[in-house]
């Protein structure tokens, strides 16, 4: 490889380390051709980019980069390298631990992570980064947190509102009975003034004339 070949490999890899925040650092030694070419289709698929280089033109794209941000995955640059760039932070954790599966394999290893600018090291660490949220999934979580709250309390309302609407129909239906009732009631006459008796009329009493 020339001098200017190695330095078009440098640029392409600082424009991937610089576009994505997620990237996996594994080990393919031993994998076939073949196997090489399925775990591209399975990363193609994940809309995941995997590129092979060397170790030393990796390490000068991070450090032409940011040297102290990348400084923990320079001890896990060694043996034959793939790179695995990811918007989503767990696919390739993913697509690693369904390709041994399927081909009854230890291969690629997991040498290292870096995500969100979290540094994760060593093989173990694998099917921890396969259970990682992605911020989808914790907004979602959130989301849902602050709307059970309000659920409830709506549903408090709407079933106080539908207790109250029996009771608001038996009130309305209860009026006119109250109504009919108020005007059956009879009128209360009032008595008759009592009738004056003639005044019986003073007998005269004759006077008997003077003799």
Same mark, same amino acid.
């Given at each position: 490889?020339?001098?200017?070949?190695?330095?078009?490999?440098?640029?392409?890899?600082?424009?991937?380390?610089?576009?994505?925040?997620?990237?996996?650092?594994?080990?393919?030694?031993?994998?076939?051709?073949?196997?090489?070419?399925?775990?591209?289709?399975?990363?193609?698929?994940?809309?995941?980019?995997?590129?092979?280089?060397?170790?030393?033109?990796?390490?000068?794209?991070?450090?032409?980069?940011?040297?102290e941000?990348?400084?923990?995955?320079?001890?896990?640059?060694?043996?034959?390298?793939?790179?695995?760039?990811?918007?989503?932070?767990k696919?390739?954790?993913?697509?690693?631990?369904?390709?041994?599966?399927?081909?009854?394999?230890?291969?690629?290893v997991?040498?290292?992570?870096?995500?969100?600018?979290?540094?994760?090291?060593?093989?173990?660490?694998?099917?921890?980064?396969?259970?990682?949220?992605?911020?989808?999934?914790?907004?979602?979580?959130?989301?849902?947190?602050?709307?059970?709250?309000?659920?409830?309390?709506?549903? +408090?309302?709407?079933?106080?509102? #539908?207790?109250? !609407? %029996?009771? $608001?129909? *038996?009130?309305?239906? &209860?009026?006119?009975? /109250?109504?009919?009732?108020?005007? +059956?009631?009879?009128?209360?006459? #009032?008595?008759a !003034? %009592?009738? $004056?008796? *003639?005044t019986?009329? &003073?007998?005269?009493? /004759?006077?008997?004339?003077?003799?």
């Amino acid at each position: 490889m020339t001098k200017q070949e190695k330095n078009d490999v440098i640029e392409v890899l600082k424009g991937k380390f610089s576009q994505y925040n997620n990237f996996y650092i594994t080990d393919t030694e031993s994998l076939t051709v073949a196997q090489v070419t399925t775990l591209r289709g399975h990363c193609f698929n994940k809309q995941v980019e995997m590129k092979v280089a060397k170790n030393t033109l990796i390490k000068k794209a991070l450090e032409s980069l940011d040297a102290e941000k990348y400084a923990g995955v320079y001890e896990s640059l060694n043996k034959v390298t793939a790179v695995l760039f990811s918007e989503n932070p767990k696919d390739p954790a993913v697509i690693i631990s369904s390709f041994r599966r399927e081909n009854n394999n230890e291969r690629p290893v997991l040498k290292a992570a870096f995500i969100n600018g979290d540094v994760f090291i060593g093989n173990d660490k694998l099917v921890a980064l396969t259970q990682i949220k992605t911020k989808n999934e914790l907004i979602g979580e959130v989301i849902g947190l602050l709307q059970s709250p309000i659920q409830r309390v709506l549903g +408090a309302l709407q079933n106080k509102d #539908a207790g109250k !609407a %029996p009771e $608001a129909s *038996a009130a309305v239906e &209860a009026a006119p009975v /109250a109504e009919a009732k108020v005007e +059956a009631a009879p009128v209360a006459e #009032a008595p008759a !003034a %009592p009738t $004056a008796e *003639a005044t019986p009329a &003073a007998d005269a009493t /004759a006077t008997p004339a003077a003799e």
